[in-house]
């Protein structure tokens, strides 16, 4: 066990910067997402991290110990570190037990020890009954536990996911999520876990690290990234978001149309005038009620969709300008009907216009 | 050295009927010196193009025979391989040779230029026709072999050509086969020798006919037994008297107008490992042993004094040789016309 | 105090950071070492030579000068070019299909096929041209004989001594390399690929040509470039078929340069440089289209094999199927047979004329024979398993991109296949008589110079092999702790076990037939079975041409037959271990 330490970890593959400075603590026994679109880095990181690539620039540490800079790798097999594909990679040409046992045997481990490890470590990902089976006669989601057991049975310091659940369908990725958070409750092994699934993301990691571009955007808790999103993009890229535009007229306010929507301030912007977003959750949208003076905007429905647990509304407030409301499904509100929108200030946040391509 | 002289007195007390019984010539005494010398030596490298795989192979065990206590390795190539190989042992400091055959003079004109073969005078040259002793006057190649180049035909052909210049008659049209001078020496000799016969109007009147080029000489025998043509020009006769001899359906005609001599030569390269066993076997050549074995495979032989297969003599049949002071650039010329007239 | 257990770590991560360099740098080391003799040494004298005069022996531009000059230069190597792209074509258009049928179908007598098209592949080409002139000259082949008296015309149906007849006899015999990379490749192919398409409505050709032939494209394009490059270099079948039309082709020109006083040696060198660059091209145009495709088929999911079924069509299928096996094998050995049981060939198959004297002469009677058969399948053996493991070690380090520069290290390895085997031989006696490193007349001197000529295909095997394997397999072995010699060792190697045979026999195969790079090399005791028979054919002893190909074909047939079963064994067993697995 050990806890993960990097530092202005950056990747260039010729002209094009895949990893851009970026700094991260992961404590011992933690379990961190790395969470991004693809092309955000997340996988250059997890490469680097294995040792399967050199650093341009930066380190990273684990327990303390230098395993990766620019001037040396610790070669993977040398690093306790293992890794479970997003492929799977479970050899084909060994069973279920060998695959398993392969990290072991190598370790030269007294035959006594090494069927309990092997032992422990299929009962783990509960696959003692098909041990003898070759990879061609299991599902996805049996070959992902194979890879899962494989990477447990030795031991390591940490463990890296790599998109483990993207190949599986969607019962099943859901049932995994669950199980591999099982499993590192049980082990404890400091975990990397790359993903591009929000909902993976919150529900198995303590932390969640949003990337983009190569940079980290937001290290946080999963409330803290849902409810405190430090720009735009992680507001847009976790959950359902409103990202309506509008000009900066003071600190805590933006100006949409002849409206002026109170809001926190989160856009570190300095001077007044500039073009800003409010960002508001469609489940925190109220509509038709009165709800004081403040952030009360007139618009018309444009869209109403009937999800079962919730209704989906689209409301066109400004010219080109939509928002949407999760409302109860109880309120029926009709296409071309108007209606009023409470965007209640404690839900609002002001950010600066997102950049596709930000500056590092 | 004293097993040695008994085995010479035993030899030569057993005389002359014994000896001959066995076909086995008595070593003579020049020989004696000289394979005392190549035994010290141990080893001989045979690198001979002359005469085909089964008959070069016979002469080999019949050496290996005579002359005990050498060890004997024989290279069969083709003439050509066998010439540009020791031209790049030469080249490399690397000769192996010790005594190489090969089918074409110019071969020998080019080692002697550059100094790569040895003077010597074989001990029992005498015993060669005449006209093809010291052929080189500084003795550094000598006779290899004798090759006749003539006609052939299939046994279906009643009256086949009996000269050079009946091979344009009208029945022989799409009948011809024949070889390239760009790839046989011999086929390159007898176009030398047709157009000092001749000249290049032969040449224009045989493309008419139109021959069937193939590569080597050796290729007629094969269209002809395949009936592919009736007719071989430039033909082997050797090859064509033992495929004949072997019950195919094939015949030799040697035309009126001079059956074409090419003589096969050898030489002991100036770098030999094992010069005195070159010399040894060069000397072997003329011996009785190989003559019978020549005439058996119904080659000319070396010797006056042995007969060809089925009784035939070098003065038996009408032959020219290409005189040799211009022949490299004869040959080079009568390539380049025979690529420009026949294609 | 908190501070020590991380130091220790990290010495011990120190230790396995120095070790595994120094092994990657030893092995690296080694290998270079090894192509600079086996590849850069021979290639650079045919270079250095090629800058050399034939008369004077100095240095000269004039060779290249008139190589540009003279046109009647250039016309061979239209010719081959012509040649060259013609067999390409063909033998795709012939192979790939028949690849299909072999491995993805349920058409009949496939085991049948498979073996006849190894068995073309094991044909020396100039006794394949043999074999069809005694089929197809077009007065006297019996093919023509059987169409004048059935048709009572007086035209021959064939005429053999034509370019058409070239091509064909080179294509039929260059099939097997398309055939046999295509078919390995689609035998590991996954079957849900073919049956996604099959899903959505497309039918059992157009998924063929639509799914499964793309996905294989990096065979294809491997097998048509090692078909073009047997069309650049074959020397045998443009000299017995081209000759007689007065048409020159690159290696019969060769030869020409060969026959001169003194031999043009270095004109030759320089006229093979042409040749370097029309291949160069063509890899480069590989490249091109295969391009960032991704074509790793064997990934961490397993796959089943299953048959495509052919119902009504499987008769069309065979028939196309036959074509190969019977053209390039039964009807030439037909003939080659019949001659080697004769007597006097001339007088045809009547039963006074057999006789099975060439064949109790080879084996039992004749040294030269027997020797060189020993040595033939020795060499064979030795210099394909060594181009295996170089040309696997250059592949992986290609394809792993492990070293910068790989890729010249591909392109070197390369270069061998397109240089006639003629020329190669004369570079290897420049490279290998000198001191220190003489290795005139042994056996190490024709095992280096057929492990450098074939390693361009051990080498591009291999590489089409580790593409199709994931490098993730790998990593996953690299991150459980495995070494990168271990991860190689348990996981690479036994995952392209399959493909390796395939690759093994696709190097042995042409090893033991080939004959122009061992012309110079040979010695009385380390003669080969072609060099054999092409005195034996110098000699005009076709009865003993023909048995001794006979030979050649049934030795080579059983080493074939003999890794067939090794791999099929394994394959078996390893089934069996499986469904034993699976039982409850």
């Known amino acids: 066990m050990s806890d993960i330490d990097i530092r202005q970890l950056s990747k260039s593959y010729g002209a094009y910067q895949a990893l851009k400075s970026i700094d991260l603590h992961i404590p011992d026994g933690a379990l961190l997402a790395l969470l991004g679109p693809s092309g955000c880095g997340k996988s250059t990181t ?315 | 050295m004293a097993a040695f002289s008994r085995r010479h007195v035993l030899m030569g007390g057993a005389a002359g009927l014994a000896a001959s019984a066995l076909r086995i010539t008595p070593v003579s005494a020049a020989d004696d010196e000289l394979y005392a010398a190549a035994k010290k030596e141990g080893a001989l490298n045979l690198y001979w193009g002359s005469y085909e795989q089964k008959t070069i192979e016979e002469i080999r065990d019949a050496f290996k025979a005579k002359y005990p206590g050498i060890e004997v390795s024989l290279l069969r190539q083709a003439s050509q391989t066998i010439f540009t190989r020791l031209r790049l042992e030469i080249q490399n400091d690397a000769v192996q040779c010790d005594s190489i055959g090969t089918t074409n003079l110019l071969h020998y004109k080019d080692l002697q230029k550059i100094g790569a073969i040895q003077p010597f005078k074989p001990s029992n040259i005498d015993m060669v026709p005449e006209a093809f002793r010291g052929i080189d006057p500084e003795n550094t190649y000598h006779v290899g072999a004798i090759s006749l180049t003539t006609i052939n035909q299939s046994t279906s052909v009643t009256a086949p050509p009996a000269s050079w210049t009946a091979l344009l008659d009208a029945p022989w049209a799409n009948q011809i086969t024949t070889g390239s001078p760009a790839f046989s020496g011999d086929v390159a000799s007898w176009v030398v020798a047709i157009r000092k016969k001749y000249g290049d109007d032969f040449l224009r009147a045989f493309a008419k006919q139109k021959p069937k080029v193939g590569q080597s000489n050796v290729d007629t025998v094969t269209d002809i037994l395949s009936g592919e043509r009736k007719v071989g020009s430039a033909a082997p006769f050797s090859y064509s008297l033992t495929q004949q001899a072997a019950g195919n359906p094939i015949g030799v005609t040697v035309p009126s107008d001079d059956a074409i001599l090419n003589l096969g030569l050898t030489a002991v390269p100036t770098k030999a490992p094992h010069p005195n066993a070159g010399k040894l076997f060069t000397d072997f050549l003329y011996s009785v042993e190989v003559s019978n074995i020549l005439a058996k495979n119904f080659w000319p032989t070396l010797r006056t004094d042995v007969p060809w297969a089925e009784g035939r003599t070098l003065e038996s049949i009408k032959w020219y040789r290409n005189p040799v002071d211009n022949l490299s650039a004869e040959v080079a010329e009568g390539i380049a016309k025979w690529k420009e007239i026949i294609g | 105090m908190a501070s020590s257990p991380p130091m220790s770590a990290a010495r011990s991560a120190s230790v396995g950071y120095r070790r595994h360099h120094a092994f990657r740098l030893v092995v690296l080391v080694i290998l270079l070492a090894v192509l600079a003799l086996l590849i850069v040494q021979p290639l650079g004298w045919i270079v250095f030579n090629s800058f050399h005069d034939d008369d004077t022996g100095r240095w000269t531009l004039r060779n290249y000068a008139q190589i540009f000059a003279s046109t009647s230069l250039w016309a061979p190597l239209f010719n081959s070019l012509l040649l060259a792209t013609a067999v390409a074509v063909i033998s795709t258009l012939l192979g790939v299909p028949l690849a299909w049928l072999v491995a993805r179908t349920d058409m009949p007598m496939r085991g049948f096929i498979r073996l006849f098209t190894m068995a073309a592949f094991v044909t020396p080409s100039f006794i394949g041209a043999l074999g069809w002139i005694l089929l197809a000259a077009p007065n006297s082949g019996w093919l023509n004989v059987g169409w004048r008296a059935l048709s009572g015309a007086d035209w021959p149906l064939l005429n053999i001594y034509s370019m058409t007849g070239t091509i064909f006899v080179c294509s039929i015999y260059t099939v097997p390399y398309t055939f046999t990379l295509v078919s390995s490749a689609l035998e590991e192919m996954p079957v849900e690929l073919e049956d996604a398409a099959t899903t959505l409505g497309s039918g059992v050709l157009k998924t063929m040509f639509s799914v499964t032939i793309p996905l294989v494209m990096p065979a294809v394009l491997v097998g048509f470039i090692l078909s073009f490059i047997q069309g650049m270099t074959l020397f045998g079948v443009p000299a017995f078929l081209l000759t007689p039309s007065g048409t020159l082709v690159v290696t019969t020109k060769l030869a020409e340069f060969y026959q001169l006083f003194p031999p043009a040696l270095y004109m030759s060198a320089a006229y093979c440089m042409p040749l370097i660059a029309i291949t160069g091209m063509l890899f480069y145009a590989r490249r091109r289209i295969l391009g960032r495709r991704q074509f790793t088929t064997v990934g961490g999911k397993g796959r089943a094999g299953r048959k495509i079924r052919l119902k009504g069509w499987r008769l069309v299928a065979l028939v196309f199927a036959l074509f190969v096996p019977v053209t390039a094998v039964v009807l030439p050995y037909v003939a080659i047979v019949l001659v080697s049981l004769s007597r006097a060939w001339g007088l045809g198959p009547v039963p006074s004329n057999l006789t099975l004297h060439w064949y109790r002469w080879a084996i039992f009677e004749n040294a030269e024979t027997q020797r060189a058969i020993v040595n033939s399948l020795v060499y064979a053996g030795i210099a394909a398993s060594f181009c295996m493991v170089i040309g696997i070690l250059v592949a992986y380090i290609v394809e792993r991109k492990l070293l910068r520069g790989a890729g010249l290290l591909a392109a070197l390895v390369t270069i061998p296949i397109i240089i006639p085997g003629i020329v190669l031989s004369v570079g290897f006696f420049s490279a290998y008589t000198r001191q220190p490193l003489n290795l005139y007349g042994t056996a190490m001197l024709i095992i280096a110079a057929f492990v450098a000529t074939f390693l361009p295909i051990a080498y591009s095997q291999a590489g089409s092999i580790l593409k199709g394997i994931s490098p993730d397999l790998e990593r996953a072995a690299r991150s459980v702790g495995a070494s990168e010699a271990r991860t190689f060792a348990s996981i690479t190697a036994p995952l392209m076990r399959g493909g390796l045979v395939a690759g093994w026999l696709l190097v042995f195969i042409p090893i033991m037939r080939e004959l122009s790079v061992a012309i110079f090399l040979v010695s009385p005791r380390t003669n080969v079975m072609t060099t054999l028979i092409y005195n034996y054919k110098d000699g005009g002893n076709y009865e003993a041409v023909c048995a001794a190909s006979a030979l050649l074909l049934f030795a080579t047939l059983i080493v074939v037959l003999l890794a067939r079963f090794v791999t099929e064994g394994a394959a078996y067993r390893r089934r069996n271990a499986a469904s034993l697995g699976a039982a409850p």
């Not at chain 1, 939509?322 to 839900?347: C, D, K, M, W, Y």
């Open chain 1, 46 to 360: 997890l490469q680097l991290l294995a040792g399967f690539d050199t650093p341009s620039g930066g380190e990273i540490r684990a327990g303390g110990e230098l395993i990766s800079s620019p001037q040396r790798v610790v070669p993977p097999e040398r690093r306790g570190i293992s890794l479970v594909f997003q492929n799977y990679a479970v050899w084909p040409h060994k069973t279920v037990a060998e695959n398993v046992a392969f990290g072991l045997k190598l370790r030269k481990l007294p035959r006594a020890e090494l069927d309990a490890r092997l032992s422990k470590a299929l009962e783990a990902v509960r696959l003692t009954p098909l041990r003898e089976r070759y990879p061609f006669e299991l599902s996805g989601g049996q070959q992902q536990r194979v890879a899962l057991a494989r990477a447990l049975a030795v031991e390591p310091r940490i463990l890296l996911l790599d998109e483990p659940l993207s190949n599986l369908d969607a019962h099943l990725r859901e049932e995994m999520r669950f199980e591999i958070r099982r499993v590192h409750d049980e082990l404890g092994i400091t975990t990397v876990y790359v993903t591009h699934d929000q909902g993976e993301a919150l529900v198995t990691a303590d932390e969640v690290a949003v990337m983009k571009g190569g940079i980290v955007q937001q290290l946080g808790s999963p409330e803290d990234i849902f409810e405190r999103p430090s720009n735009a993009f992680v507001a847009s890229f976790i959950g359902s978001n409103n990202e309506i535009p509008g000009r900066r007229e003071a600190p805590g306010q933006l100006r949409i149309g002849d409206t002026l929507l109170h809001a926190e301030d989160r856009s570190g912007l300095p001077g007044i005038g500039t073009k800003a977003v409010l960002c508001i959750r469609p489940s925190r949208v109220r509509l038709g009620e009165a709800g004081g003076d403040a952030n009360m905007l007139n618009g018309v429905v444009r869209r109403s969709a009937y999800l079962g647990e919730y209704r989906d509304v689209l409301i066109e407030i400004a010219a080109n300008t939509n928002v949407r409301a999760f409302v109860s499904p109880h309120i029926r509100p009709q296409p071309g009907e108007p209606v009023r929108v409470h965007l209640p200030p404690e839900h609002c946040q002001i950010f600066a216009v997102p950049d596709d391509a930000p500056a590092s």
